[in-house]
């Protein structure tokens, strides 16, 4: 797998339903961190995209902490890069170019990510996706789904067919 998609504290069930079948789509491992708005067994997930869970790798974490502490480096001990998606982001999500084992953390649908989590994410790589003034935001799934592409794109597909 490529890169490793983190939903923090997702409220909305086939939000994160769709995101699983993203992720067993396009090679990417998915990580939930708790507390979640749903339970893991309700059955509009499963209709959603749990059925896709088995085709990637979906791990739930406690808390921040936990999860960062995992994905912070990789195999080799080198720092992984992060990058936050955010409405208060400055550089475009099509602007970084890519590498294998980056990151993409997304925040709850009604509130975004925390402003103690964005302070540790270097602003270079606090994202946002163009819209159109006076918008709000895009719904989570369609903005994971962006960014993942814009990713695997970048990286020639890998794996794909």
């Not at 960062?68 to 195999?75: E, F, G, N, T, W």
């Not at 709000?136 to 794996?159: K, Y």
Request: with cysteine; glycine share 8%; net charge neutral.
């Amino acid at each position: 797998m490529s890169f490793d998609i983190i939903l923090y504290q997702p409220e909305i069930p086939p939000n994160t339903g769709n995101i699983i079948r993203l992720c067993a789509n396009v090679g990417a491992r998915l990580h939930l961190v708790r507390p979640l708005g749903f339970d893991l067994s309700a059955a509009r997930l499963r209709r959603a995209g749990l059925d896709y869970a088995e085709l990637t790798e979906v791990c739930v974490h406690e808390d921040w902490a936990a999860c960062q502490a995992l994905l912070a480096r990789d195999d080799q001990g080198d720092e992984r890069r992060l990058f936050a998606l955010t409405t208060k982001g400055e550089t475009r999500h099509d602007k970084p170019r890519y590498q294998p084992g980056d990151i993409f953390i997304f925040g709850p649908e009604t509130r975004g990510l925390p402003a103690e989590i964005l302070a540790g994410i270097r602003p270079e790589h606090r994202l946002r996706l163009p819209m159109r003034p006076g918008n709000r935001s895009i719904n989570l799934s369609n903005t994971v789904a962006i960014v993942a592409f814009e990713a695997w794109r970048q990286l020639d597909f890998a794996g794909g067919g």
